[in-house]
């Protein structure tokens, strides 16, 4: 809730709170004990709204029976939702890459950006103010990998921060006569993200780039830990057949194993 606080404060933006009960088993009558269940959500929900009130946000609570996910796909498209945000499992016995199955499903299925906050190592919120003082973008000079530029370009204009633009380019193994080859390919990568930088900068946006030879998982990882309070923006591979069950092999990785926030962009014409 603090990013979702923040965020909305400064778009202008309206809040849609959902909370979901699992529904009774079919063999068991409704009691009052549905009814207590309702009520406790109620009452929490109405608490996050009266906070977001007060900050001139426009708040609406809602409550479904059913399967989570499919309760907020459902609200997401029917409230004509620009943004869902949701938290992670974080980390657990299993390991250190747990999304948690409503937030694992609603990323493959939503044609919405999802914004997927980790808790911190107490379980609680990474940032209890909500606070983003840089973007970052990773690129690959894929026109996929461009359409998180303009959420990247819409939040940086609202809270006033940098971007950083990250193209990885690790190196051909064995290294060899592969050197040349791979000389020229970060050549074009630095001119790449260097004219992105540059039209950024046309717009008002402060922007550097950072191109490394480090895997394009860890070159993000890495640019993340050296910023202060970062928020990562990434893009979903489009899908098709079984497909549609893989996210783009690095945003699944960074999704499940960053520290911070992200925003994750689905792939455009998905319905």
């Known amino acids: 809730m603090p990013y979702i606080e923040r965020l909305a404060g400064l778009l202008g933006a309206d ?3 959902l909370g979901v009960i ?4 079919v063999d068991l009558p409704s009691d009052a004990a549905g009814e207590s269940d309702n009520g406790v959500v109620l009452q929490y929900l109405e608490g996050i709204k009266h906070r977001l009130e007060k900050g001139d946000i426009t708040t609406v609570v809602e409550i479904q029976e059913g399967q989570a996910s499919a309760e907020i796909l459902t609200c997401a ?13 974080g980390r657990s016995a299993t390991g250190p890459n747990m999304l948690g199955i409503t937030t694992d499903r609603v990323i493959r299925s939503t044609p919405a950006p999802v914004l997927v906050i980790p808790p911190d190592e107490d379980g609680g919120s990474v940032s209890p103010t909500g606070t983003v003082k840089t973007i970052i973008v990773g690129l690959d000079g894929s026109e996929t990998a461009a359409t998180s530029l303009g959420a990247a370009r819409q939040i940086a204009k609202s809270l006033g921060v940098e971007i950083v633009l990250v193209r990885a380019t690790p190196p051909v193994d064995p290294l060899g006569g592969a050197a040349t080859y791979f000389d020229s390919v970060t050549h074009h990568a630095e001119q790449y993200v260097k004219q992105v930088a540059s039209q950024l900068e046309a717009d008002g946006i402060s922007a550097r780039t950072v191109v490394g030879a480090l895997s394009a998982q860890d070159q993000l990882l890495q640019v993340a830990e050296e910023c202060d309070e970062p928020l990562l923006i990434l893009s979903t591979r489009g ?9 783009g092999s690095v945003t699944d990785r960074v999704v499940r194993t960053a520290r911070f926030p992200a925003l994750i962009i689905p792939p455009t014409g998905r319905s």
């Open 15 to 17: 809040v849609n709170l």
């Open 22 to 25: 699992p529904p009774l088993p």
């Open 77 to 89: 498209e029917g409230r004509n939702c620009g943004l869902i945000a949701l938290a992670t499992r």
């Open 239 to 247: 899908w098709s057949n079984r497909a549609d069950w893989q996210l």
